[in-house]
């Protein structure tokens, strides 16, 4: 979950596993093969064999390390889930992975489960791989992960020491606390706990995260002053460092935000009489005195006692009345099975909706008491206003 404050953009779906998105940006491809190439190289080396039997151990090991990364966000994913934070998809990108959460955790032990989640996924393969090592292998395993040149090294303990050295590098370098890294987002846990202050956590973890970007940016700037080798090396740290501290510096200003708008809810700026349509209504009365009076592509459907039962969709009474049936009512049509989707508590923060994929997808929700009546409807706009006000 390192790089979570990027998102990736559009990505092509590779897979699904427990019902989640699996997907890779287009500059994963890029690094997919680079890495293959480079990793050709090194087996070549180490095994002293063909180029042949280079490239193939190369394509498994390279395909295995990025298996291990979706196993690493997986972990993250399925405790996330469980915890009640929906999981948007896992995407595969130039710097590794990221399971992309619908919301935030709420509080600091779900961050905290969560979070060890990831590294505690790549400790268990480390473990298997060394332990794997230790098994077939006649030299110390250490010994193989390092590709010592005193020990012979088949394909199979090639493949095994790569996976257990790439994997502990990556958790060791995950576990640095800086924001947004795991170790970040573990110290922002502690801190939270301690201090019961979210923000201030953020702030603490988000500074820190910073600095070890402008670190890392440094330090590529000095391997490619250095020249030679290290010229790659050094562009690729200087990269990652700018992306983190960018990444750290964005949770530091959206936490400015957040304070600012701690004490809005959903209440307070919802329109408290939205237009509702009955859901005894005639579909040729809806079409008329709905859909056709106001433009909408959509209405809130309400009972008698005005309980929110559904949204009611202009294409779909247009089918109905086009099949021959304009006499059916609005409750035959509403989307009841998705009313659930819609809801949205009047108490809620407004905060919380900044990343709520309900609100971005369909451009408004229906705030609903503990009776299910309809009480308001809040909109996109309304919550774009409302921090622009707060911002003015």
């Known amino acids: 979950m390192p790089f979570a404050m990027f998102g990736t953009g559009s990505s092509i779906q590779l897979a699904r596993v427990f019902g989640i998105r699996i997907g890779a940006s287009p500059s994963w491809f890029v690094v997919l093969f680079v890495f293959i190439y480079l990793m050709s190289d090194t087996f070549q080396k180490v095994l002293d064999g063909s180029e042949t039997q280079a ?23 399925v405790v996330a889930q469980r915890v009640g934070i929906a999981i948007r998809g896992i995407d595969l990108w130039f710097f590794g992975g990221v399971a992309k959460m619908a919301a935030d955790p709420d509080t600091p032990g779900k961050e905290f489960k969560i979070s060890i989640a990831g590294p ?58 800086a924001f947004p890294l795991d170790g970040g987002r573990l110290a922002r846990a502690l801190v939270w706990k301690l201090t019961g202050n979210r923000h201030a956590a953020t702030r603490v973890s988000g500074r820190i995260g910073e600095g070890f970007g402008y670190l890392l940016i ?38 400015a935000l957040t304070e600012r708008i701690s004490d809005i809810t959903v209440a307070d700026i919802m329109d408290t009489e939205p237009v509702t349509m009955p859901a005894s209504l005639p579909l040729s009365r809806a079409e008329d005195e709905f859909f056709q009076r106001y433009g909408w592509d959509w209405f809130p459907a309400v009972d ?14 247009a089918e109905q009345i086009a099949a021959g049936r304009p006499a059916l ?33 369909r451009r408004a929700l229906m705030v609903v008491d503990g009776e299910g009546v309809l009480r308001g409807v809040v909109t996109i706009e309304q919550v774009g206003r409302a921090i622009a006000a707060t911002l003015a």
Not at 143 to 168: E, M, Q, R, W, Y
């Open 329 to 361: 009512q609005v409750t035959e049509v509403a989307e009841v099975g998705d009313a659930a989707g819609w809801r949205v508590p009047s108490d809620r923060p407004l905060e919380s909706l900044l990343g709520d994929d309900r609100l971005r997808d």
């Open 218 to 255: 440094g330090f590529g700037v000095f391997l490619v002053a250095r020249g030679s080798g290290t010229v790659v090396d050094g562009i690729w740290l200087a990269v990652l460092g700018w992306f983190l501290a960018q990444a750290a510096r964005g949770a530091v200003l959206q936490t």
């Open 304 to 317: 008698e006692n005005g309980r929110f039962l559904g949204v009611v969709r202009r294409e779909r009474v």
């Open 55 to 77: 490239y193939v151990v190369a394509v498994a090991a390279v395909m295995l390390f990025f298996a291990s990364i979706v196993l690493h966000e997986l972990g993250h994913a």
């Open 120 to 177: 505690l996924v790549t400790l268990a393969i480390v473990a298997v791989c060394t332990g794997l090592l230790a098994l077939i292998s006649d030299d110390p395993a250490w010994k193989v992960i390092v590709f010592s040149s005193d020990v012979s090294i088949s394909p199979a303990l090639a493949l095994l020491g790569f996976l257990a050295f790439i994997n502990t590098a990556v958790l060791l370098f995950n576990l640095i606390p």
